[in-house]
Nanobody, 123 residues
């Protein structure tokens, strides 16, 4: 009954931008932190960004995306966004979102994984 659905991926040239969406159903983003992850073929899944639930007041970013990616949340729309600017070929991969019941800085267990959305950065 609890679902997260990613969308917004696609093919983009280096230096371009995409905005990914993570739509939640069955639970409120007021009470859950949401993380974005990505996985390239043949590589381990890595954390990209996280936004804490209401009252946490913290967002986290992987060093590789700091200054280029921005995470945001619209509780009324039950959606978390990942704005990705100045995309690089190494950003290519399948992007997933997941939920956790703790604030981002201490999160280590994730649930309700979405199906993923593909991002390809290539000229």
């Amino acid at each position: 009954q609890l679902h997260l659905v990613e969308s917004g991926g696609g093919l983009v040239q280096p230096g371009g931008s995409l905005r990914l969406s993570c739509a939640a159903s069955g639970f409120s983003l007021t009470y859950y932190s949401i993380g974005w992850f990505r996985q390239a073929p043949g590589k381990e899944r890595e954390g990209v960004s996280c936004i804490s639930y209401r009252g946490g007041g913290i967002e986290t970013y992987a060093d590789s995306v700091k200054g280029r990616f921005t995470i945001s949340r619209d509780v009324a729309k039950s959606t978390v966004y990942l704005q990705m600017n100045n995309l690089k070929p190494e950003d290519t991969g399948t992007y997933y979102c997941a939920s956790t019941a703790v604030h981002c800085e201490i999160a280590h267990e994730w649930s309700n994984w979405g199906q993923g959305t593909q991002v390809t950065v290539s000229s």
